[in-house]
């Protein structure tokens, strides 16, 4: 196992969040875990990249007890975590400040291609569109060759369209990286989309109702029986009948 | 961003009638100024011509540049003074929840105290020297400055933060790295109100304990002879001078914005 929950629970004074959450991801998988906002899904996430202590049970990633931010774990968020003070370039290499200036260059450079941003070096995010902003803050996390992602509804901001191309987009990067993705929305069509499994959380305080395999190869055919048959059963399992 | 519209039918903000404008205006000022010295046939209150002689007589002396130089050496040394101590201050206030809590009340009680009511206390702190008035235009300008600094660091979203600890940044370094460049906008506002403030304090500060400065000349001119053509001189030199140096840091403002 790559990351290993292990009993955790958290509390917010005398509010329960997080109950019991047991669950192992593998090396490289892409794991979703959905649930209604309020869920604890995020704290979870949080206390992966160790940002928050679990009152009980513990994360461990590669046998090692979280207990700090790491570099070897990225955490992604919605795009406004990009400092507008740098341009595409200084965001994307602000975590190699240790590198040599050369090396640094490449890395960056190498990373600008793989989101497609070449010719956007120079740009201020200011200058560039919601998605692109998300694209500077994936290739700010990856630049630093982590072995984990951490994506806190990373989409949620962008307009449909834009998210549908992000989530290929995140794929194509993922397949390309082989990392390990742990991915955290309330966009259950989405996580079918994306995840080899989705962990279905209940309503706060959050404990695993199921974990779903999505046994659908990619690219996924959005109106193939198998993903909706998928979809439909997460929706039952949150308690919403899909209807509108 | 302005819309295009406004710049292609009447462009206002960057033709000569910017300029025009306020010249204009000034002229009628200056105009009703002479009549009603004029009409009211004031002998205490100058005309704009014996103010412009006066200050043509105190240039001449050189006395006027002097006075402008010194006036600008002590506004400066007292901002820069309450820069250096009152940025690191309202940085520890804005990171340190706790030590904002415990020095908060005693700056916003003494916020409210105008420098006049120090004048006292300076001089007995620093006699009749130089340092009364500076210190003066530093404690007019160094409670603005931390309370810039302090907002401007409890204000940096709490994701900068994360993701530069995240990239694994130490206390220090992300001080310089993340909290630095994201309070600079907000200080620069705050440097520029304080600055306001100092140079508004100058007359004030020169009041006391001096005998040259823009201050000094509009209270002696007044003391000495009821000068009153070198007081309304020295106004409208203060004046002049706040109206440039505004002007400046605004430039440096916007510069910064861009970059």
Known sequence: ?244 | MRSPIQHSTFNIEHSTFRFVLPLITSAIILAIWAIAVKLSGTKIFPSPAAVAKAIASLSEKSLLWRYIGDSLARVFAGYLAAIAVGIPIGFLMGWHAPLARAINPLIQMLRPISPLAWMPVAVIWFGVSNAAPIFLIFLASLFPIIVAAMNGVRNVPPMYLQAGRNFGLSTRQLMIRVVAPAVLPRIIVGLRLAFGIAWVVLVAAEMIAVDSGLGYLIIDARNAGKRYDLVVAGMLMIGVIGLLLDTGIRRVEEWIGKN
């Open chain 1, 1 to 244: 196992m790559k990351v290993q929950f292990a009993d955790v629970s958290m509390r917010f004074g005398a509010m329960e969040v997080l109950q019991h959450v047991t669950i192992g991801v593998e090396e490289g998988e892409f794991l979703c875990i959905v649930g209604p906002s309020g869920c604890g899904k995020s704290t979870l996430l949080n206390i992966a990249g160790g940002f928050l202590a679990p009152v009980a049970g513990s994360v461990t990633i590669d046998g090692e007890t979280v207990t700090a931010p790491d570099r070897r774990r990225i955490f992604v968020f919605q795009e406004r975590g990009v400092f507008p003070w740098l341009t595409v370039e200084g965001n994307i290499g602000f975590g190699l400040f240790d590198m040599p200036e050369e090396a640094r260059r490449q890395r960056v450079a190498q990373y600008i291609q793989l989101v497609g941003l070449d010719g956007f070096e120079k740009a201020y995010p200011r200058e560039l569109s919601g998605g692109m902003k998300q694209r500077v803050e994936v290739a700010r996390a990856l630049a630093v060759n982590p072995d984990v992602l951490f994506l806190d509804e990373p989409f949620g901001a962008l307009d449909s369209i834009t998210r549908l191309q992000m989530r290929s987009e995140l794929l194509r990067i993922w397949r390309a990286e082989r990392k390990t993705v742990l991915f955290v929305t309330h966009d259950i069509e989405e996580s079918v989309q994306l995840a080899d499994r989705v962990v279905v959380m209940s309503a706060r305080p959050g404990r695993i109702r199921r974990v779903v395999d999505i046994d659908i190869a990619h690219p996924r055919d959005l109106s193939s029986t198998r993903y909706i048959e998928l979809r439909d059963l997460i929706f039952g399992e949150i308690g919403l009948a899909h209807q509108v």
